[in-house]
């Protein structure tokens, strides 16, 4: 068991540019959740997955944002024309499905910093 | 909808002292509780959980009890270590939800 990855681990991209961050949750585990934290506030919830299927998107994820787990295993998460407001640690979470389903491991986190 | 409050910080305290972190939460139904713990420059990793009402989580010396009738799940140890300075974090899962509530954290500092 090797734990949730996440790459990058920082990102410095310009204001404008399109940014696209990998999490690879533990294996067979069946759900994938994204958060965004910011300095000083506790992690807001994104988004997340059951397998492929994309179950929950939060209001705080607008069009420009969009994520993907193609064969239910690792995820992207894209930021298009990414803003300053977009500077936050991305944090990705993994589930099983079962009796320890509401137990999520988290990885260590994409630092983002919009220019 | 959903929500955690924790105790303002940054809360400082010398080595064997007693702490506690209050954290309170606002659900409907059922939620299981839970404390993460955020050491400097790492991820957030759980510290102790509860899934029903009087279940006392533990951990690391670390307790919390889910106290339905008042809302809350504080945190408490009876003697810190310098080892335990990080940022601890409240939170809750809904019923039948997929997502988790987080408040906003509580940096904890100790000092030898």
């Known amino acids: 068991d090797t734990g949730v990855s996440q790459d990058p681990r920082h990102k410095i991209t310009k204001r404008g540019q399109n940014v696209t961050f990998r999490c690879d949750p533990i294996?067979?585990?069946?759900?994938l959740y994204w958060y965004r934290q910011t300095l000083g506030q506790g992690p807001e919830f994104l988004t997340y997955f059951q397998n492929e299927a994309q179950l929950e998107k939060s209001r705080l994820l607008s069009d420009r944002f969009s994520a993907e787990r193609p064969k239910g295993s690792f995820s992207t998460l894209e930021i298009q024309r990414t803003e300053q407001g977009d500077s936050a640690m991305y944090l990705c979470a993994s589930s099983p499905v079962g009796r320890e389903e509401e137990t999520q491991y988290f990885g260590p986190g994409t630092r983002l910093l919009v220019l | 909808g959903n929500s955690v409050t924790q105790m303002e910080g940054p809360v400082t305290l010398s080595e064997e002292a007693f702490l506690t972190i209050n954290c309170t939460y606002t659900a409907t139904g059922y939620p299981s509780l839970f404390w993460y713990v955020q050491y400097p420059g790492e991820g957030l990793q759980l510290l102790l959980k509860?899934?029903?009402?009087?279940d006392k989580g533990s951990n690391k010396g670390f307790e919390a009890t889910y106290r339905k009738e008042t809302t809350s799940f504080h945190l408490e140890k009876g003697s810190v270590q310098v080892s335990d300075s990080a940022v601890y974090f409240c939170?809750?899962?809904?019923?039948?939800?997929?997502?988790?509530?987080f408040g906003d954290g509580t940096t904890l500092t100790v000092k030898p």
């Open positions: 509860a899934t029903k009402a009087d």
């Open positions: 939170a809750l899962k809904g019923t039948n939800a997929g997502k988790s509530t």
């Open positions: 294996s067979e585990h069946n759900r």
